[in-house]
């Protein structure tokens, strides 16, 4: 049985470029969240995608960052015009439904770093 | 809004018994969660308490009292390889059950 997968492991890029990280659940888990710790740091709740509602982008820190799931399973993290201070590692969990007994299952998270 | 405090770091020697504690204040609560993460890798899930008492699996158990917004977690017969770090969270209110996490304990299992 296949985890949550995201990719790539590890992207580095320039200052002012888009990234696009991707994260594919577990089969048929209905929720899916972003999370981004950097060194030292707790997990940072970035967005949440339940079933067919609409997301909870209350994590997100600024209109450079963006999410999308389609078709209920993979989806994918957008940061548009990077900053030094998006290099972090973003992590992808997904769930059976909300998560309030149900526990996270996490992918290896996507190392970014900004040059 | 969510407050959780647990230690930056703590030492013990193999073979030992420790005990990491989280703090929280929340404005509702649905449940607390430990995970487990070793350096460079995924959290993975160690045990989830909702009701007040102590879950006990294998060498870990873990223990919750509502009233006192508190939690701890217990390793029993410590070993090199539970060195990582043991992160608390806990599962939102309001509708929203996305859990917060805290900063994560830093455990180191020396000899």
């Known amino acids: 049985g296949a985890g949550v997968s995201q990719s790539p492991s590890n992207k580095v890029t320039e200052k002012g470029k888009d990234v696009e990280l991707r994260c594919d659940p577990i089969?048929?888990?209905?929720?899916l969240y972003w999370y981004r710790q950097s060194l030292g740091q707790g997990l940072e709740f970035l967005i949440y995608?339940?079933?067919?509602?609409?997301?909870?982008k209350s994590g997100l820190p600024s209109d450079r960052f963006s999410a999308e799931r389609t078709g209920g399973s993979v989806s994918t993290l957008t940061i548009q015009r990077t900053q030094q201070e998006d290099s972090a590692v973003y992590l992808c969990?997904?769930?059976?439904?909300?998560?309030?007994?149900?526990?996270?299952?996490f992918g290896d998270g996507t190392r970014l770093s900004i040059l | 809004g969510q407050n959780i405090d647990q230690p930056t770091e703590m030492t013990a020697t193999e073979g030992a018994i420790v005990q990491i504690n989280c703090t929280y204040q929340?404005?509702?609560?649905?449940?607390l969660f430990w995970y487990q993460q070793h350096a460079g890798e995924a959290p993975t899930f160690l045990s989830y308490n909702v009701l007040d008492g102590l879950e006990e699996k294998g060498r870990f158990s873990s223990f919750l009292s509502r009233s006192k917004g508190y939690s701890y977690l217990l390793l029993k017969e410590l070993q090199m390889k539970d060195s990582a770090s043991y992160l608390c969270?806990?599962?939102?209110?309001?509708?929203?059950?996305?859990?917060?996490f805290g900063r994560g304990t830093s455990l180191i299992v020396h000899p």
């Open positions: 969990a997904s769930s059976l439904g909300d998560s309030r007994h149900q526990p996270q299952h």
């Open positions: 089969s048929g888990h209905t929720a």
């Open positions: 995608f339940q079933g067919n509602s609409a997301p909870d």
């Open positions: 929340t404005s509702g609560f649905n449940g």
């Open positions: 969270a806990v599962a939102g209110s309001g509708g929203s059950y996305i859990p917060t």
